[in-house]
C-alpha cells in the first residue's frame, strides 16, 4: 500500500473511545520497546508519526491510527516490563483481554518479537493468547538489522520454534532500520483488511 495519508486517531483509555467507523483494524502486540511504533512509522513511511522512545512502557493507551481512510494500525500497549506496577499491569492485561476477545473489526494481531532472542514467556503467552481466540495472527521478527544476513535462517528457526508457530500463520523478517520485510508485511495486512 502506498501511503498518503496516516493520522493518529484518538489514544484511548477505554472501550467507549475506540472508534466507531467499522473499518478493520489491525493490532500490535509485543513486548516494551520491541519495535511496534517503529513498525508503523516504517510502514507507513512517517518517522515520528507513532511515538517512539528507547524509554519501555511508553505507550500505555490503544493508540488509533487511520491509514488511507481505510483501516486502523492499533498499537496496543507493550507487555513484559518490569518497572511497572502489579496494579498497572493488571489494568493492561484487562485492557487487552477486552480489546482483543471483543473487538469485532478486529482483523489479525500482528505479534511483534526481537530477532535477536528467543521469544519470552510473554512472546509465547500472548501468541497462545492470540490462537486460543481464533485471532489470525502474523509473526514480525525485527530488528534484523542487529544480526548479520548469515545468522537470520539460525535466529529464525529459534523464534518459530519457542513460538510453535502454526502453518496457518504468516512470518515476516522484519527492520524498521532498513526496511526489510515491509513489503510482504503490507501484501499480508492488504490481505487480512480485505478479507
Ligand atoms: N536497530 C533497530 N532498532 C529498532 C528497530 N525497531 C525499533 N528500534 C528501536 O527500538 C526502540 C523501541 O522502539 P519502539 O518502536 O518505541 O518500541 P515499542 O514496541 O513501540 O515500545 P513501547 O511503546 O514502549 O511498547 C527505539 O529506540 C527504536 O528506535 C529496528 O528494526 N532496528
Ligand atoms: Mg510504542
Known amino acids: 500500500m502506498k501511503v498518503n495519508k496516516a493520522d493518529i486517531v484518538i489514544s484511548a483509555v477505554s472501550p467507549a473511545q475506540y472508534p466507531n467507523t467499522g473499518l478493520p483494524e489491525i493490532a500490535l502486540a509485543g513486548r516494551s520497546n520491541v519495535g511496534k511504533s ?10 515520528g508519526l507513532a511515538r517512539t522512545s528507547g524509554k519501555p512502557g511508553k505507550t500505555q493507551t490503544l493508540n488509533y491510527y487511520i491509514i488511507e481512510d481505510s483501516f486502523y494500525f492499533v498499537d496496543v500497549p507493550g507487555y513484559g516490563y518490569a518497572k511497572v506496577s502489579k496494579t498497572e499491569r493488571a489494568k493492561w492485561g484487562q485492557m487487552l483481554e477486552t480489546y482483543f476477545t471483543q473487538r469485532e473489526p478486529l482483523k489479525a494481531a500482528l505479534s511483534i518479537v526481537d530477532l535477536r532472542h528467543p521469544p519470552t514467556e510473554d512472546d509465547v503467552q500472548m501468541y497462545e493468547f492470540l490462537k486460543y481466540h481464533s485471532i489470525p ?8 538489522d542487529k544480526i548479520p544476513r548469515g545468522k537470520w535462517n539460525k535466529h529464525i528457526k529459534i523464534v518459530k520454534d519457542k ?9 515476516v523478517l522484519f527492520s524498521s532500520e532498513t526496511g526489510e520485510g515491509k513489503e510482504k508485511a503490507w501484501s499480508l495486512i492488504e490481505s487480512y483488511i480485505k478479507s
Open 38 to 47: 517503529s513498525f508503523i512509522n516504517t510502514l507507513i513511511n512517517r518517522k
Open 137 to 144: 495472527v502474523i509473526v514480525v521478527a525485527t530488528k534484523a
Open 163 to 171: 513460538l510453535n508457530l502454526r502453518e496457518e500463520d504468516d512470518f
